[in-house]
């Protein structure tokens, strides 16, 4: 009796084949188990159910007989070698097969997407700066000033008064490009605030100057990397229309201020609670910073492949994202869905670096023996609670989904991975006042 053959080839770092080779014995006992219960089912005319002769269904389903077979026999074995060799698949098997012939072994191939295997490298003894950020003045003063903004009425601006950085403006406006009207570039009663930069360069700063009940045409070229192809460098003609101008009116912080919360007595106590977050955000941000320069590093002596289905399906992610954040700035569902689907192509770069370094912390905490244990995650549940001013079991609920609580070990291994990283390396610490981004050089 012919013995089972199997074959195993890696086609790329993250593509693996599997080929096998089915005895003609044992996929003639799988057929006959499809036929006889096909004989149990099958409805034909002149035949009692079960008494139909093999010859006859053979006739009737034959296609549907051997397609049946093929599934069952490509499902038991795919699987079953997948399992004795300790294979995690990324993707669906592509199977290669050409067909059943009479006393002939069956063969059939399968094609699939795993993690790379590699050890890694390069992540111990490594020279860092640590940039350490603490509050500024500066700091202080916009967030205070963002939170008066949360408290600031609206109302018409005088008669004939000119349109002004800061004022909100209520728009129509449309844009033609070589002639055409897109109605990507249209919209009626949409509200700008002029300075936020919502819009291309040159379009909010144009609209300054204009009055409520004015009609302009602004020439406008778009930029050179902007996301949509076919407007990226091109000279698009608007039409603007000033429907009617609105300006903030800003409340003084002062002890009357304060009568608007609860929580504070005095005005130092509103001051120093926005000091407290600020802190904590310049803390959550050096680390931010840290980790990002550890993984630049680490990433450069760590050459892998990253898995396409894992890239595609972090880019899915990243458009999710980018639709759910352009409907909350205003944009409808379906110029929003569109639009995030054209970005792709622009995700796709980020979303390799994104998957490289999930594996990397993958592999670095498999190596080191980096787990998280129930006593970490009681612990990162504690902190959580704490930072998001909720109950300990109303949090700790959250994550009795299998998937969220997979998600809550993997960032409770990747902070412990970044930690052990940190604590090799030789750490050259600077000190920056102010949380304000520097520019790239």
Known sequence: MTELAVKVEDISQVKKKISFEIPWASVKDELENVYRDLGKKAK???FRPGKVPRKVLENYFKADAEGETITNIVNKYYWQELDNRGIVTLSRPEIEQNGLKENTDFSFSAAFETEPAFEPQGYSGIALEKVNISVSEEDMENRLQEIRKMFATMQDVDEGRQAVMGDFATIDFSGTLDGEALPELKSDNFLLELGSKRFIPGFEEQIV????????????TFPADYSEKKMAGKE???TVAVKGLKEQKLPEINEEFIKNFEKYNTLDD????????????????????FQNKIMEVVL???????????????IFYMMSDTQKRMKAAGMDEKSSMELSFRMH???????????????????IAQKENITADDQDIDNHIKELSEIHHADYE???????????MDSLKSEIIQKKVFDFIESQANINAVEKVGMKQEEAS
Do not use: W
Request: glycine share 4%; proline share 2%.
């Open 44 to 46: 034909i005319k002149g």
């Open 345 to 363: 192509d622009q995700f796709k770069q980020d979303a390799e670096k994104t998957v490289k370094s999930f594996l990397l912390i993958k592999k």
């Open 300 to 314: 450069k002596a760590n050459e892998f492949e990253a898995p396409p289905s894992l890239v595609e399906r972090q």
């Open 236 to 238: 698009v003609i608007f």
């Open 270 to 289: 509103l001051k120093n609670d926005v000091r407290n977050i600020l802190e904590e955000q310049c803390k959550r941000q050096s680390n931010a910073e």
């Open 394 to 404: 109303t949090v700790k609920s959250a994550y009795h989904d299998e998937e969220r």
């Open 209 to 220: 100057g204009m009055k409520s009940g004015e009609t302009k045409t602004i020439n406008l």
